[in-house]
Nanobody
């Protein structure tokens, strides 16, 4: 059982930056994929980015490409989401997720482990 704990959310003005962190409670094997999803009030939980723990391959949603970057630190069992040029429409609760897979998925149903979420609010 993997427990995930997010941190780094907060309030920022449009155009600003935030970095989210997600620490895993135990060493994740290289067969894991990890990802970020977000959910705005009244909306579905949407894919943001994913990363392969084995080789660092990444995938980003079109809406965040060029602004957000997912990365990992294997030694710290931690993944990150660097968010730049934030927009008010990026406001949401951001969730860290993980699952055993060698392939990246954008489908939230493919992830078994979830963090508690961290609020990101971008003011205009």
């Amino acid at each position: 059982q993997v427990q995930l704990v997010e941190s780094g959310g907060g309030l920022v003005q449009a155009g600003g930056s935030l970095r989210l962190s997600c620490a895993a409670s135990q060493r994740t094997s290289t067969r894991y994929m990890m990802g970020w999803f977000r959910q705005a009030p009244g909306k579905e939980r949407d894919f943001v980015a994913a990363i392969s723990w084995s080789d660092g391959t990444t995938r980003h949603a079109e809406s965040v490409k060029g602004r957000f970057t997912i990365s990992r630190d294997n030694a710290k069992n931690t993944q990150y989401l660097q968010m730049n040029t934030l927009k008010p429409e990026d406001t949401a609760v951001y969730y860290c997720a993980a699952d055993q897979s060698l392939w990246l998925s954008e489908n939230k149903n493919d992830y078994d482990y979830w963090g508690q979420g961290t609020q990101v609010t971008v003011s205009s």
